[in-house]
């Protein structure tokens, strides 16, 4: 018999602010979206109540991580001061989030993927397959996890 792969997926919305460092057009520019992460949770076998997972358990541990360091902050690159030098200045309850990797929809829902997701899931018998991060309505990212 062929052993099904199950998955659920759980939408969280966020808004934060960030520049792409480099870009050649009007993303060079400090902006701000409202983004929607899609989380593509599977494990090895459904749970006694025939689930992946709790859809709350990951609104709360990969939501709960997304308020805190990225829901109503700025994304910037470690390598961009200018940038940091300039938001530092700007008043707010939230430090700046300064990413190990330029703040693109693709380099974001990586992060997620390989970064976030594992620690936040670590012990569940759960992971993140897939994690797609919508920019806008028209544009989104995905990131696939490498079996």
């Known amino acids: 018999m062929e052993h099904s792969i ?3 997926t759980r939408k969280i919305h966020f808004c934060a602010g960030h520049r792409v460092m480099g870009h050649e057009s009007k993303c060079a520019t400090p902006h701000g979206h409202n983004y929607y992460a ?11 109540l025939g689930r992946v997972i709790d859809f709350s358990s990951i609104k709360e541990k990969l939501g709960g991580w997304i308020d805190r360091y990225w829901d109503h902050t700025f994304l910037v690159c470690d390598r961009d001061i200018e940038t940091i030098n300039a938001m530092k200045n700007v008043p707010g309850n939230k430090e700046l989030f300064i990413c190990p990797f330029n703040p693109t929809a693709e380099n974001m829902a990586a992060y997620l993927l390989d ?3 594992p620690k936040q899931l670590e012990g569940t018998g759960v992971y993140i397959s897939k994690v797609i991060l ?3 309505d028209n544009c989104y990212a995905t990131a696939i996890r490498k079996i």
């Open 38 to 48: 899609h989380f593509f949770a599977e494990a090895e076998k459904l749970d006694e």
């Open 6 to 8: 199950i998955s659920c």
């Open 115 to 117: 970064v976030i997701a």
């Open 134 to 136: 919508y920019e806008t």
